[in-house]
């Protein structure tokens, strides 16, 4: 079984630029998550889909992040413009079921932004 | 407010010593915790899990305590190998949150000296 997808795996821009990833869950992984992580810091919840709808985004900066499952399948998420302190690594998990104990997320490698 | 959390951030153990590690939370509404084992450059991995159910979870060489009373719970690895070092984090998803939701303390970095 092929793990959670995610491109790039480095990026390294300046404030104020845009910057796009990329996650390809499990397939048949209904639930996608994207986290933020910063250095010496647990994963942060951003944004959860639930097939290509949104649970949960309340910790999402809304004014400077987005994030989209069109097909209830991939996932990007974008941050526009971007400032120092979005430097971090940015994780895409993916859940299978919904009953408590398939709570297991599976985490992609992630991708560690680095804005300068 | 942090909801998930691991006070100790580094731990370094002799090769086939027990390795302990510990996570305290607060929200009682929680009730599914989840043990998560991360090496650098990869994303974390699931370790082990415990329902407030039980107090106690084994897998191998990878034992889970709960103390709901106390809110804690704690890791255990006997015997500790090399191999074993990575950083910890501890989760805690509860019955009140959406569907799957974990909280996750800032880890603890294990290092298993040979």
């Known amino acids: 079984e092929a793990g959670v997808a995610q491109s790039p795996r480095y990026k390294i821009i300046e404030k104020r630029q845009s910057v796009a990833f990329w996650c390809n869950p499990i397939s048949g992984h209904a639930t996608l998550y994207w986290y933020q992580q910063i250095l010496g810091q647990g994963p942060k919840l951003l944004i959860q889909f639930q097939n290509n709808g949104v649970v949960d985004d309340s910790q999402l900066p809304k004014d400077r992040f987005s994030a989209e499952r069109l097909k209830g399948v991939d996932s990007t998420l974008k941050i526009q413009p971007a400032k120092l302190e979005d430097s971090a690594v940015y994780l895409c998990?993916?859940?299978?079921?919904?009953?408590?104990?398939?709570?297991?997320?599976?985490f992609g490698p992630g991708t560690r932004l680095t804005v300068l | 407010d942090q909801q998930v959390k691991q006070n100790s951030p580094s731990l370094s153990v002799q090769e086939g010593r027990i390795s302990i590690l510990n996570c305290d939370y607060t929200?009682?509404?929680?009730?599914?915790f989840l043990w998560y084992k991360k090496y650098p450059a990869e994303g974390p991995t699931f370790l082990i899990s415990?329902?407030?159910?039980?107090d106690k979870n084994e897998d191998g060489r990878f034992t889970v305590f709960l103390n709901k009373s106390a809110k804690h719970l704690s890791l255990h690895i006997v015997p500790s190998q090399p191999g074993d070092s990575a950083v910890y984090f501890c989760a805690a998803s509860g019955y009140n949150t959406n569907a799957g939701k974990s909280t996750f303390g800032d880890g603890t970095t294990l290092t298993v000296k040979p």
């Open positions: 415990i329902s407030s159910i039980k």
């Open positions: 929200n009682s509404m929680f009730d599914y």
């Open positions: 998990a993916s859940r299978h079921g919904q009953a408590r104990t398939q709570d297991t997320q599976y």
